[in-house]
């Protein structure tokens, strides 16, 4: 049973195009995250969100925007993909105490 | 800024022999350093975490060594093995915010 899953795992679209990727939790963890892993490797935090408050990392552009309907579920939607978008995208979830953050198997997504 | 610094890049350890991977990091008020594993086509996973309140933390042929003071902490894989073979990243966070990861180390074991 995955602990932190995500849709899709791949995700090939263009430039312009707007798509989302889902990410669901059944740990009961009260913090969820998004993380860009770009070619280097480099992991990066985009957002953190639990049901209290939103964090966005300041660098990441406006055309990147979770969404959580609940507090299992933290998806996040990209308008107007750039071919920079070009990554792969991990979501990750944690309680707030222990700090242990969970990952899902990532989504490769690919702007053409 | 990078928050927190890793070395080597990347690492060819003798199957047998002890993979060592350092972390540094800036932020005194870090208080919990987790490394992770990561296979390709895979997502991070846990694999031992400390907090600044013990210098060593040893779970079965991996060790965190800390140093508070010099603001240091360090990966031990003993008795590498070639299904070691893998990605590692150093954390670092303070209370409830997001794990800063280090770069990254490749390590290659040869059998």
């Known amino acids: 049973d995955t602990a932190v899953s995500q849709t899709p795992k791949y995700l090939v679209t263009q430039m312009g195009n707007d798509k989302s990727i889902k990410c669901e939790q059944n740990?009961?963890?009260?913090?969820m995250y998004w993380y860009k892993q770009d070619s280097k490797k480099f992991l990066k935090i985009m957002f953190s969100?639990?049901?209290?408050?939103?964090?966005i990392n300041e660098t990441v552009p406006n055309r990147f925007s979770p969404k959580s309907p609940d507090k299992a579920h933290l998806n996040l939607h990209i308008n107007s993909l750039e071919l920079g978008d070009s990554a792969v995208y991990f979501c990750?979830?944690?309680?707030?105490?222990?700090?242990?953050?969970?990952f899902g198997q990532g989504t490769r997504l690919t702007v053409v | 800024q990078q928050q927190v610094k890793q070395s080597p890049q990347s690492l060819i350890v003798q199957k047998g022999g002890i993979s060592i991977i350092n972390c540094a990091y800036e932020?005194?008020?870090?208080?919990?350093f987790p490394w992770y594993q990561q296979f390709p086509g895979k997502g991070p996973a846990l694999l031992i975490a400390?907090?600044?309140?013990?210098s060593e933390k040893k779970e079965g042929r991996f060790t965190i060594s800390f140093n508070k003071s010099a603001k240091q902490f360090s990966l031990h894989i003993m008795d590498s093995q070639p299904g070691d073979s893998a990605t590692y990243f150093c954390a670092a966070s303070k209370a409830g915010t997001a794990l800063i990861f280090g770069k990254g180390t490749t390590l290659s074991v040869s059998s």
């Open positions: 932020n005194t008020a870090f208080d919990y």
């Open positions: 740990l009961g963890h009260d913090t």
């Open positions: 400390i907090r600044p309140d013990v």
């Open positions: 969100y639990n049901n209290k408050e939103l964090i």
């Open positions: 990750a979830s944690s309680q707030i105490e222990t700090a242990e953050a969970f």
